[in-house]
């Protein structure tokens, strides 16, 4: 296999592409080329404008991590980061003071936003943010594409007494960062989703790869969104390359992140079977070929085959490079068979 396809959300997509690369270079994924390309299609509808600011978390958590820049303790933003920028704005009383921009982030949001008002897509600024991270490394075997150029955000509704409607809606990061996703997720909307186009690229990296990867991301508000981008489940229905997921929840919950509430606001059973026949079997108008579920949902492995999907219970916590590889190698020899 020489072209790999993942479309991935931030922080479990991010640690999925460092163990598949760190595997390939290794020689561990059997039928993947040591040169193959590995194109990440990543979720853009976590975006948001703080201070002026455009803020694209999980294309920064993919590319932080994968150029080293990352901080490992908390997984997002960069490593032996200060905050002066953010004690100097929460001085002056300007909001939100509740999402935090690291002084040496800021420079990535910087440069981002001086593109974006000079003209150029979300895409074109991305590959020149990756000319620093991933290009010194990887060459031109790493892609990273934005899901859409077009701006598209979710909100999420939740209760609120004090509204005449009884709810109020608030950003994504809002109910992720603020409130720590400690209220019920009614709903999620995800605005601009239908009316956006593919970013460049994303079409064809589907289309003509050998291999899809859905890695253990958020089905709902990672994954969910790359997949209601106008024309993307067709590319995958059409795609003579297998389709290949891995189960982001396992024993009954998500293990980092808040999976289980954005599942249970769509009315998803937040269980590995769940999550895989929720994408569904490409024979059946679905998603997927195979699902990968951890060990400790064996039990759940017959339901899923049932489903019309290959599936297979391996370890799937990502808890090094090595596991992580070991996981990508099991997800290719699921769908390779
Ligand atoms: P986000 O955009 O930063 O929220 O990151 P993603 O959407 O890419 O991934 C979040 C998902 O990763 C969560 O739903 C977690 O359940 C999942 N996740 C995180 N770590 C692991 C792990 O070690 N194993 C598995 N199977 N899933 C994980
Ligand atoms: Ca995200």
Redesign the pocket.
Request: hydrophobic share 35%.
């Given at each position: 296999m020489q072209n790999i396809t993942v479309l991935?959300?931030?922080?479990?997509?991010?640690?999925f592409l460092q163990g598949l690369l760190h595997g390939i270079a290794a020689g561990s994924v059997p039928g993947v080329a040591a040169d193959a390309t590995v194109t990440v299609v990543a979720?853009t509808a976590?975006d948001i404008w703080v201070h002026g600011l455009k803020v694209c978390?999980?294309l920064d958590?993919v590319m932080y991590t994968l150029g080293d820049g990352i901080d490992p303790e908390r997984g997002?933003g960069r490593r032996e980061e200060t905050w002066s920028t953010k004690d100097e704005l929460a001085a002056y009383g300007v909001e939100p003071t509740w999402f935090g921009l690291g002084d040496r982030d800021i420079a990535t949001h910087l440069v981002r936003t001086q593109m974006l008002d000079a003209g150029y897509p979300l895409s074109a600024v991305t590959d020149a943010l990756c000319q620093r991270w991933l290009t010194p490394t990887f060459g031109d075997r790493l892609r990273l594409l934005p899901m859409s150029d077009d701006r598209v955000e979710t909100h999420v509704a939740i209760a609120d007494p004090e509204a005449p409607s009884g709810r109020r809606v608030v950003h994504f990061q809002e109910y992720w960062v603020r409130l720590r996703a400690s209220v019920p997720a009614e709903m999620v909307v995800v605005v601009g989703l239908e009316d956006s186009s593919p970013g460049p690229g994303v079409i064809d990296a589907i289309t003509d790869a050998d291999l899809v990867v859905l890695?253990?991301?958020?089905p709902v508000?990672?994954v969910g969104t790359i997949l209601g981008v106008p024309r993307v489940r067709e590319a995958l229905a059409a795609t003579s390359a297998p389709v290949v997921g891995?189960?982001?929840?396992?024993g009954g919950t998500?293990?980092?992140?808040m999976?289980e509430q954005m599942l249970t606001s769509i009315g998803v059973e937040v269980s590995a079977a769940g999550v895989g026949l929720h994408y569904g079997a490409r024979a059946n108008g679905g998603v997927l070929d195979g699902w990968l579920v951890?060990q400790v949902d064996a039990d759940q492995v017959e339901r899923v085959e049932a489903g019309g999907l290959a599936c297979r219970a391996v370890p799937?916590?990502?808890?090094d490079p090595d596991a992580t590889a070991a996981m990508a190698a099991a997800a290719v020899e699921l769908v390779a068979r």
């Open positions: 991935s959300g931030g922080m479990g997509g991010a640690r979720n976590d978390p999980d958590t997002w890695p253990p991301s958020n508000v990672s891995l189960s982001p929840i396992v998500h293990v980092r992140g999976a951890d799937l916590m990502m808890t």
